[in-house]
C-alpha cells in the first residue's frame, strides 16, 4: 500500500519562508513523478509543480520563482520550498505520484495522493 505523508505546514507571516517535506513509502519512488497541488477553501485544486523521476522540474507562473520542488530518492521525499509567503498561499498543500515517471500537470495524471497539510499566511 503506497502512502504519502506530507509535512511542514503551519501559520506564517507574510514574506516568510516554509518547506513541505512528503515523504514516500514503498520501494518504487525513484521510478515516480511527483508533484505537488494546492487547494484553498471553495477554489479548484490548483497545480503548482512537478519533478520526475530524472529530476526534471516545472513550476506553474503562479508560483515561479518563489516555490521550488526538489526530492532525496535516498530518503524517498520529496520537497517544496515556498519563499515570499503571500497570504493568497494559504491553503491547503497536496502531494501526489505519478507511476509513469514523467511530469504531469493534470490532476488526473497522478495515482496516489497525500492527506495534505494546511499553510496559512497572515498580512
Known amino acids: 500500500q503506497v502512502q504519502l505523508v506530507e509535512s511542514g505546514g503551519g501559520l506564517v507571516q507574510a514574506g516568510d519562508s516554509l518547506r513541505l517535506s512528503c515523504v514516500a513509502s514503498?520501494?518504487?519512488?525513484?521510478?515516480?513523478?511527483m508533484g505537488w497541488f494546492r487547494q484553498a477553501p471553495g477554489k479548484e485544486r490548483e497545480f503548482l509543480g512537478y519533478?520526475?523521476?530524472?529530476?526534471?522540474?516545472y513550476h506553474a507562473d503562479s508560483v515561479q520563482g518563489r516555490f521550488t520542488i526538489s526530492r532525496d530518492n535516498a530518503k524517498k521525499t520529496v520537497y517544496l520550498q515556498m519563499n515570499s509567503l503571500k497570504p493568497e498561499d494559504t491553503a491547503v498543500y497536496y502531494c501526489?505520484?505519478?507511476?509513469?515517471?514523467?511530469?504531469?500537470?493534470?490532476?488526473?495524471?497522478?495515482?496516489?495522493w497525500g492527506q495534505g497539510t494546511q499553510v496559512t499566511v497572515s498580512s
Open positions: 501526489a505520484a505519478s507511476v509513469t515517471g514523467w511530469g504531469q500537470r493534470r490532476i488526473s495524471g497522478y495515482d496516489y
Open positions: 514503498g520501494d518504487t519512488f525513484t521510478r515516480w513523478a
Open positions: 519533478i520526475s523521476m530524472s529530476g526534471v522540474t
